[in-house]
């Protein structure tokens, strides 16, 4: 009644503002367009409703009389209804059939904020929520059709915001034939939020009815259902086949009783509210046990009064709620308490209960069969006064743990000891907590007591095995730790602390695999997987550890699977440092590395010097002959060239030997006081044209170096072998060779690190060094690079290496050789450095040889050799230049020749190698024959070789084989003229 009402005044209210709107915009037209257009309006508008109020039809018969009044009034009203329109709280519209606004009312800027020039000209689809454009445009065309309507949707404001409104609209034919539509806005956001506010409520209720787990019930005055909510679905019965069944029918036959008699007490009207425990079957029927709840309902009645005296009951509506489980679990209590009360009064364990102030409540008749008391005798009585009771040494320890306990409520477990009644003393461990009411607050307290005389026995008898193993384990000479499977240390000896140099706060609980080398670490943590999974690994090996100070120990670790006390796995690792005799141990092979290296380069010297000496005679043959062979030609004779290149190949093989020499450190040596730099600048051109174009050649050379005694000529050969080396290691690509000097004191122990340095005196040493960034060498390449003909290269020849090694040796010097595949290689070489200036053999003071067939002083020579071609040789070269040549194969043939005629020979040339009597026994046989006799010795070996064997000897001169004429006569003339001219031998100064 009141809606249709509501909507008869809106209706009324929107055709009167709609014929005042039509006088402002038709102004002129008359009072009877005006009157069409509400006819027209009322068709359009009310045509469709039913049963619309005469009050409506009157009013708006009155209002037409009004109208029709005031048409001769109408300028005069035209003001009013303007005014009327312009002040209306609803908004008034008129908009063309595009939907444009061509009026809009003041009420605009109260609805939405903007002024009416800010929207006539716009589209009315600019102004509505994008949601609902669709709905406002459907409709607007409805209007143009001639079908009227309203129409709800949200209106955007100039601030931004959506406000709901409503629009009732319709359409007209202007006066000039178009089409307009004209409308009403009215603001309804409040009724809308309500409406929804509404809507929401309905349904949360909705929702909190259908979700409770609580059944929500109404009954009629006979007990038949009429509203149940869908609680009733998970006991198997569907809401809407329960509605018009009786209540009794889903109830236990011996509770339906009681439930009649709770609608009998509201039907005669007692309306106090009840609750009701009964018992209702599931869906399953009444013959399942199983199947049967217990709710507790909770009902009143519900009634009508239209007649204040007089009420009357319709029916009955409550809660039921299911308390099975609540029921079930009392009963399970209830038995709980019997098997409490069953299992106390037989335990082992004491069971105590006491009064805040410390008296006995409850003692179990344990009690008894343990200290032989009856339990009786104690409740009743405070636990203070049966402290007698408590061995003497832990009363006071008893008395002071239990105030403490009855203060605060709890405390730690306490151990002390109770008297028998028999007088032994048992041990008792004693534990409690608090007995809280309902309120939280402390009613009393529990206490256990237990026997643990045995355990204390065992615990005594562990706790001295104990220490006898920690005693062990912290004084072993192993380090000893405990690890679990995530490599956790939960033990630490004190000799694991010593070695690793953490305190043991450090280590437990530390990763094991953080204090292992990082070499090691994968190693180890690979064992202690397949350790785990139960592979078979190996107890035993070797890893490092890197102590707090970062250095590095060597340990021999053995590992062994243990379990907890909980049965996890454990493992113990006992670690033995092994780095001293690891050290050891290295230091010794790399002693016979060395040994073995040098006796195997002393037994390769000795074979090359051996075949060296051998292979001298045969050249000298060949090229004393040739040499002959050429002085007795004419120089146009054609043989001159083939003579010739037997001399050069004689020569080549000739170097071959002397190279051999080299490397058996017997070469012949011219030394002299050498600056190493000054060298190394000399050969630099010829360094840089050795070396590949992609090379980069740096020297890096000390300032003021120290001079060396030596060969020139053979360091000149370690420059330029080494040179050439790092250069073909290099290969195609670029890099960098640099030369490097330097001086260094070398103490023993440092030369004991350098290959040839055992022996070598401590002192100042002068240090070359040739480094590359080529290829560099494995170990296997580095043991054989001093071999003699060893190469990697397709091409290589000679003796390379070999040959610097021997040089070095012969200058009494060492060398080591650092390299790494990929990282170059660095020949490092160390040679005595000069603390006395010597002076060089003056070029001046050499005697210049002769070669016009005079001797230097006439007489005879004496040939010993124990090779007939080097003696018929040596015996046409001795009279080419001059001399009478006496031959002997041999040290006595020699001795007999001299002693027949010794008075007429100037020198003797001796052989040093010789059967029967060697060089140097027939060298004293000679001298003690007659002391001033020159002796020049003729030797494979080098001039140094032959100084050890004759130093201090007066030897007169040395000259190798093979040797030339010329070479022949140098060195005769050098002993004859100075033997001529100081009257006799050297007088022991040796071989120059």
Known sequence: MTAHFLFSLLVLLLLLVLALLVLLLRERRGIRAVIAAMKMIEVGALGHRSGISSRLGRSFDAMAT??????????????????????????????????????????????????????????????????????????????????????????????????????????????????????????????????????????????????????????????????????????????????????????????????????????????????????????????????????????????????????????????????????????????????????????????????????????????????????AEAIGRSAFDNVDMIHPEDREAYRSRLREFLASGGADSLQYRVRHRNGHYLWVESSGSPLLDENKNI?????????????????????????????????????????????????????????????????????????????????????????????????????????????????????????????????????????????????????????????????????????????????????????????????????????????????????????????????????????????????VHLLRASVTKKAALKLNLQEDLPLIRGDATQIRQIIMNLITNASESLGEGRGSISISTGSLFCTEEYLGQYSLGEGLIEGHYVMLEVADTGCGMDSSTLERIFEPFFTTKFTGRGLGLAAVLGIVRGHRGAYRVYSEPGAGTSFKIILPALVAVYKSEKASERAAPLRDGRPAVAGSVLLVDDEESVRTLGKRMLERLGYVAIVASDGREALEQFREKGEGILCVILDLTMPNMDGVETYHELRAIRDDVSVILSSGYTRQDVAERFSGRGLSGFIQKPYTLESLEAELKRVLVRDDSTGGSDGGQGVP
């Open 443 to 683: 009613r009393g307290f529990a206490f256990t007591s237990r026997d643990i005389t045995e355990r204390k026995r065992a615990e005594d008898a562990m706790k001295e095995s104990e220490e006898r193993y920690r005693s062990i384990v912290e004084n072993t000479h192993e380090g000893i730790i405990i690890i679990d499977s995530a490599y956790r240390i939960v033990f630490a000896n004190q000799r694991i602390l010593d070695i690793s140099g953490y305190n043991n706060t450090e280590q437990l609980g530390a990763n094991f695999l953080d204090f292992v080398d990082e070499e090691f670490r994968e190693e180890v943590a690979a064992r202690h997987l397949k350790r785990q999974r139960g592979e078979d690994v190996p107890a035993i090996y070797n890893a490092s550890i890197i102590r707090k100070d970062g250095r590095k120990r060597n340990m021999e670790v053995q590992v062994s699977k243990i379990s907890d006390a909980q049965g996890s796995p454990n493992y113990i690792v006992q670690l033995l440092d092994v780095t001293e005799r690891r050290e050891e141990e290295e230091s010794r092979r790399r002693l016979e590395m060395q040994i073995l290296q040098t006796q195997k380069l002393e037994s390769l010297g000795v074979l090359a010097g051996g075949i060296a000496h051998d292979f001298n005679n045969i050249l000298m043959a060949i090229l004393g002959h040739a040499d002959l062979a050429l002085l007795e030609l004419q120089p146009d004779a054609p043989e001159r060239e083939s003579i010739e290149e037997i001399l050069k190949a004689s020569h080549r093989a000739a170097d071959l030997c002397r190279q051999m020499l080299a490397y058996s450190g017997k070469a012949l040596f011219v030394l002299e006081d050498l600056n190493l730099n000054a060298l190394i600048d000399e050969m």
């Open 66 to 375: 009004v109208l029709k009044a005031r048409d001769a009034e109408r300028r005069e009203g035209e003001e009013w209804y303007r005014t009327l329109v312009e002040n209306i709280d609803e908004l008034i519209f008129v908009m063309d059939a595009a939907g444009v606004f061509t009026y809009v009312s003041p009420a605009l800027y109260k609805m939405g904020g903007y002024r009416q020039e800010e929207a006539i000209g716009s589209n009315f689809v600019e102004f509505v929520h994008p949601d609902d454009r669709e709905r406002t445009v459907a409709k607007f065309n409805e209007l143009l059709k001639g079908l009227p309507g309203t129409v709800e949707f949200r209106v955007l404001t100039k601030s931004g915001a959506f406000r709901w409104a409503m629009s009732s609209s319709l359409s007209v034919v202007s006066e000039k034939e178009r089409r307009v539509v004209m409308g009403v806005l009215s603001d309804i956001h409040q009724r809308k939020i309500a409406e929804q506010a509404l809507i929401r409520s309905e349904a949360e209720l909705n929702s909190i009815i259908s979700t409770t787990p609580d059944i929500i019930y109404r009954l009629d005055e006979r007990g038949n259902i009429t509203f149940v909510n869908g609680a009733v679905r998970r006991y198997g019965y569907d809401p809407e086949s329960m509605m018009g069944k009786n209540i009794f029918d889903f109830l236990h036959s011996d509770d339906r009783a009681a439930a009649a008699y709770r609608i009998d007490e509201r039907r005669t009207g007692h309306r106090a509210t009840n609750s009701l425990e009964v018992r209702l079957f599931g869906a399953g029927g009444a013959d399942r046990e199983n199947a049967e709840r217990v709710f507790l309902v909770h009902a009143e009645g519900l009634y009508i009064n239209e007649n204040p005296r007089e009420e009357f009951f319709i029916g009955t509506q409550g809660i039921a709620r299911d308390i099975t489980e609540r029921r079930r679990s009392e009963e399970r209590l209830r038995e709980n308490e019997r098997r409490l009360r069953m299992i106390t009064d037989n335990m082992k364990d004491i069971l105590t209960q006491m009064d805040t102030s410390g008296v006995y409540e409850y003692i179990s008749p344990s009690f008894k069969a343990l200290f032989g008391y009856d339990a």
